[in-house]
């Protein structure tokens, strides 16, 4: 079990090697990881895994149920979401099953209701009902006047996107998987029997190749001679506002969606807070994760719509990610048999729930590009820490702080994390490459003061673990 974060690559050829480590490529690598025997990497540019979309999206579990019926996405979102539910409860992935109203709020939203009813019924999805505007509003008493009905989709969920990335790679990892981080892939060529992928860190050899880039799966796929497809950014700016707004609203509250995407949504988080928005922006800039003041105020007016009483609650924090969207209303998935290689692009606004179906997927291209594959073993389970607040976090475990005070201690105090918690994630099989990915496997600094009172502190304890080797 390796975690590389510098030096060049191992001298060895890997059976498959899979290229970015987001919550698609960690889950492709774990779902590979399974079949013993083969010799696996998992390189990524960045200096930790789940850098990229994956830490950036509205952390919704989908059922699917406005998909486009028969597309690719349909089927693995739906198998994703099954697949992901059962991992979460063994793995400890909070996840909160709070359902969803899809509202309309004009008599052309209304009339889309039954549209969208008989879509999810084709997309399998058999549990949505309409709602008159009594019970919209005895279900949502917060909600802004004139919703004249919804949707019902008591099957959606919220769920850590965080922790789902770090819970398949750390399973990865354990399982065998080089996890090579820092290592940016430049160009692929080729020797025979091997791909040749020259990374930042020299040349790694690999005789199998998944493509999970993400936003710049299309590079990569060019990089093989392919130009099937575009990525074009597609920003998603979001609010999150404070834990005190969290009792305004119960349910994720859809909007009817448009061609653009989604829309505007509110959703309670499983860190207690409430999320607005995202926006649908195309954008040319692969890194263009930054938020407007354009943006936010599109954002601020449609939430005034939906619960005028969130936008006099603080705002904790703003931010924007980037959905991978290509010209096709579907993934982008394929095999090359010739060159042994899958690639996994156009994973735009689903890819978080869709991982695991996807990594299913992805494994069963790759043996049929002539990849000999063993039967699957259960490899050992992993228990993540609980950022969730619908479960207990140990300052409030008298058991665990008898046993070991650090759980008592706490350094961040709006989110509540303990000494205990930020000293076991520098010591984790994948520990963080920063501050801010120290952020995403406890919550210190992620609270209303963003760090302001104890980002010394956690700064310290960060930089303590990263001399001692473990950060
Ligand atoms: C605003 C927004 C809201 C969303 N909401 C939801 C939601 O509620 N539910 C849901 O299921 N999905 C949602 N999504 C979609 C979901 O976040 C994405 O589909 C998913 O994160 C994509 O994961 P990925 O692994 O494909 O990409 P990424 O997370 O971007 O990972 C790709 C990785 O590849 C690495 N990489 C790129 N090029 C190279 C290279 N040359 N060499 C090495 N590494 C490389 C990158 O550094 C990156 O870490 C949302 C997305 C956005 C933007």
Redesign the pocket.
Known sequence: MAVVRRGAPPDVTYDVTV?????????VARELARHPGLRIAL????DD??????????????TGFDAVPGSLESRL?RE?QARLAVYAAESGIPVEPVGALLVAWDDEQLAALPQLLAKAERNGYHAARLLGPAEVRAREPHLGPGALGALDVPGESI?C?WTT?LAYATQAVRAGVDLLLN????RVSSSGEAHLLT?GRGTLRTRYLVN??????D??DR?LGHDAFTVTP?????IVYDKLARDLVRHILLPVPTALG?GVLVAPTVHGNVLL??TAEEVDDKSATGTTAEGIAALREKGHRILPELLDEEVTAVY?????ATDQDDYRISAHKEQRYVT?GG?????????MAIAAHVTELLAGTGLDLSAPRDVEPVRMPNLGEAFPRPYRRADLIAADPAYGEIVCHCERVTRGEIRDALAATIPPGSPEGLRRRTRARNGRCQGFYCGAQVRELYERGAEMGTG
């Open positions: 290229i970015g480590a987001g919550v698609v490529g960690t889950a390189v990524e540019a960045a895994v789940g850098e990229g979309t994956s830490k950036a999206n509205t952390a919704i579990l989908h979102v994703g769920i996107p990335t290592c940016r892939v430049g990374t999970a880039a993400g936003l710049h799966a590079t990569v990089l597609r920003r998603g700016q979001l989604k928005g995202p924007a990610g980037l959905r991978a996994v994973i735009r606004s689903t890819g978080l729930t869709a991982s």
